[in-house]
């Protein structure tokens, strides 16, 4: 048995079975971790001792006999954006190089408390600012399938180390695509839930009003598997929805024959590869095999979905990163004599270029004077796209569209072009604004072997269609 490839439930049921043990699964991912992770940089931080008291208890519990939870022994990755007790956070920055929280992330701890065994920290762009993962302080990711390209960002180190069968499955979060977009460069799965699906207590914000805490997979099953687990109400986020959190599981193999495809003409236009076109277009015929019926919708305001998203999002990551002062928990900068020199040495030593450059942007658009014409005007165009997604499903019961424009690119491609980065993120920053959920799941490859993702758009807390739909998908193909 090759420990390092299996399934949730092929890993959960070899535990349970007795045919190995939780500690032997994590020791053989810390031992794929040490042979694979020097060339990747997936992971920031190593979490081997609250890993293996974890897997004590998941085999003690087996020897009993007694059913194993239904994460019980899976080693899993966490985004370094999530709280973890004891356990380094530093959001890929330098100003919380040295952070150890004092409590854990309401997702962390749904995980643990369903047997997850938590390997370690996975690397990302600072504060989940970016479209690569070269933004992180300490180094960036490289995609498994071709080391010379990157993984997608912001959730990088998640996607590849799923990949790289370095976990079984990664919590990663989605401001404007960081979950779905590395799915799609890495070939997993990606599921970014509805905003107020499941708890962000505990993440680290960029911007509070667009983030989203989900899985990075193998398969959709898993990913079905790690949602029903870290969903429902938590009355530590007053943003989390008291909505009643479906069997995810067992909606998975209900017929989708019969079931109406949205495809927006927006999603198809200029910027598309070619390869990329082919293979959604692909997918597609796939699902209307299954008989799935295709219908044209229009989301007209599409064209205004990046300049919405960059203005929004900016001007939260203004306001949450003021808390970053070198006054108490972040990096201080030494030899300073005064209040307003230590602000600004610290948060100039501690944050990165595109970090800066979007607190700036923030600012900006919510400084007297323009806060209307820029901020104001955005959360507007944010209500007419949010209305496109909410006529088209009137007609279909989800949305089929590229993840990305384009299959992985080089590391350094687009690295001095923020606006060209900014725009890898066109096919998947309007579901954050609208607040429904998406999934990317594998449908191809380009000749040079770079996996493509499919990305499936469905309503407001309707999960179960979208995954019901990946999943017919991943089986058929």
Same mark, same amino acid.
């Given at each position: 048995?090759?420990?390092?490839? &299996?399934?949730?439930?092929?890993?959960?049921?070899?535990?349970?079975?007795?045919?190995?043990?939780a500690l032997a699964l994590a020791e053989a991912h810390y031992a794929?971790?040490?042979?694979?992770?020097?060339?990747?940089?997936?992971?920031?931080? &190593?979490?081997?001792?609250?890993? &293996?008291?974890?897997?004590? =208890?998941?085999?003690?519990?087996?020897?009993?006999?007694?059913?194993?939870?239904?994460l019980g022994g899976v080693p899993v990755g966490i985004k370094d954006v999530m709280s973890t007790r004891g356990v380094r956070t530093t959001a890929g920055s330098k100003i919380l190089e040295k952070y150890i929280p004092p409590y854990d992330c309401t997702a962390v701890a749904r995980m643990e408390a369903a047997g997850a065994v938590v390997l370690g920290k996975m690397n990302c762009d600072e504060f989940a600012m970016g479209s690569s993962n070269e933004n992180s302080a300490y180094h960036p990711v490289r995609n498994p399938r071709d080391l010379s390209r990157v993984p997608g960002g912001s959730s990088g180190g998640s996607a590849a180390a799923v990949a790289s069968d370095m976990a079984v499955v990664a919590l990663g979060s989605d401001t404007g695509g960081s979950i779905r977009q590395p799915a799609s460069f890495c070939g997993v799965v990606g599921l970014m839930p509805t905003y107020? =699906?499941?708890?962000?207590?505990?993440?680290?914000?960029?911007?509070?009003?667009?983030?989203?805490?989900?899985?990075?997979?193998?398969?959709?099953?898993?990913?079905?598997?790690? &949602? =029903?687990?870290?969903?429902? =109400?938590?009355?530590?986020?007053s943003t989390s929805a008291d909505v009643p959190v479906p069997d995810y599981v067992a909606e998975l193999d209900k017929p989708v024959r019969g079931m109406k495809l949205g495809v927006a003409k927006e999603y198809f236009g200029e910027g598309l590869d070619d390869e990329v076109r082919q293979a959604v277009e692909a997918a597609i015929d796939k699902l209307k095999e299954l008989g799935?019926?295709?219908?044209?919708?229009?989301?007209?305001?599409?064209?205004?979905?990046?300049?919405?998203?960059?203005?929004?999002a900016t001007a939260e990551a203004?306001?949450?990163?003021?808390?970053?002062?070198?006054?108490?928990?972040?990096?201080r900068a030494l030899g300073v004599k005064t209040l307003s020199e230590m602000y600004r040495r610290s948060r100039d030593e501690g944050f990165g270029t595109e970090v800066k450059r979007r607190i700036m942007l923030g600012t900006y658009a919510l400084s007297a004077g323009y806060y209307d014409a820029y901020y104001l005007k955005a959360q507007k165009v944010r209500t007419l796209l949010t209305r496109d997604f909410d006529e088209a499903f009137r007609k279909v019961d989800a949305i089929v569209t590229p993840t990305s424009p384009t299959a992985a690119f080089r590391l350094g491609e687009k690295s001095n072009d923020p606006l060209a980065m900014y725009l890898a993120d066109i096919y998947t920053v309007t579901a954050d604004l609208a607040g429904i959920p998406g999934i990317s799941v594998p449908c191809g490859e380009t000749k040079e072997k770079l996996p493509i993702g499919l990305q499936i758009l469905g309503k407001h807390f309707d999960e179960s269609t979208i995954l019901r739909l990946a999943h017919a998908y991943e089986q058929a193909a």
């Open positions: 048995m090759d420990l390092k490839s &299996l399934t949730i439930d092929a890993a959960r049921s070899a535990v349970q079975q007795r045919e190995t043990t794929h971790i040490q042979k694979e992770d020097g060339q990747i940089g997936a992971f920031l931080t &190593l979490s081997k001792e609250r890993a &293996l008291e974890q897997a004590d =208890r998941i085999d003690r519990t087996a020897a009993e006999g007694t059913t194993l939870p239904p107020g =699906r499941v708890s962000r207590y505990g993440l680290i914000a960029f911007a509070s009003s667009l983030d989203h805490i989900g899985p990075l997979a193998k398969t959709v099953k898993d990913a079905a598997i790690v &949602l =029903r687990t870290i969903a429902g =109400r938590d009355p530590m986020d799935c019926e295709i219908v044209p919708v229009s989301l007209p305001h599409t064209p205004y979905a990046i300049p919405t998203y960059y203005l929004i203004s306001s949450n990163l003021a808390r970053f002062d070198g006054v108490r928990y972040s990096h």
